[in-house]
């Protein structure tokens, strides 16, 4: 059975106000579709995968895919530790999101602009001002949080699964099993 990833679409914290325009949460499979069908995703991960470290074996299978990874703050070292850097990059995750801004910027491998970003693994406030940011400046970009909160400045996300690990793990499970069909 599916996990409904579509319950619970409301701001992680209270104070969290997106202005008239707000994220849609989606199922699963909606989700795996669009990033299987990506020209160009990059997977964005942070340090609170160090919180969930199962996390970092499902941004590997999405990584195995041919999906480049962007590995902010220290996360680096939960894929060097597992022996998988084919195509990780390390970067922090401000001068990232700066960059993902310019539509003329050529990407961390040179080949062009991404058109899908997706998040997961990063504090709630630093993916939500990232978000923000790509919302404002970017809107050539998709923007997709597989992260265990509703991220309101993102495009598409799940609902809130943060109090239900096996859940969250159960649904990012079905996303990767969507993009590999």
């Known amino acids: 059975m599916a996990v409904d990833t579509t319950k619970n679409a409301v701001p992680f914290e209270m104070a969290q ?3 008239p325009e707000m994220a849609k949460a989606y ?13 160009r995703p990059l997977l964005v991960v942070g340090a609170e995968l160090f919180e ?5 074996d499902k941004a590997i299978e999405i990584g195995k895919m041919g999906v480049p990874i962007a ?8 894929f060097i530790e597992r022996g998988y850097t084919e195509n990780v990059t390390m970067i922090g995750l401000h001068p990232l999101t700066s960059y993902l801004r310019f539509k003329d910027w050529q990407g961390l491998d040179g080949k062009g602009q991404y058109d899908v970003v997706i998040f997961t ?6 993916a939500s001002a990232m978000f923000s940011t790509l919302k404002n400046f970017n809107r050539d970009i998709k923007r997709v949080s597989i992260d265990r909160y509703y991220h309101v400045n993102a495009d598409m996300t799940f ?10 793990h159960e649904a990012v499970d079905e996303v990767i099993a969507a993009m590999a069909k």
Not at 71 to 78: F, L, Y
Not at 121 to 126: A, M, Q
Not at 159 to 168: E, I, K, R, T, V
């Open 159 to 168: 609902g809130n699964l943060a109090f239900n690990p096996d859940q969250y």
């Open 121 to 126: 693994g990063i504090f709630y406030k630093f």
């Open 27 to 39: 199922n699963t499979k909606v989700i795996g579709a669009i990033l299987k069908k990506a020209k």
């Open 52 to 56: 969930d470290p199962v996390m970092f």
């Open 71 to 78: 590995a902010t703050a220290h996360s680096i070292k939960g």
């Open 17 to 19: 106000i997106p202005g």
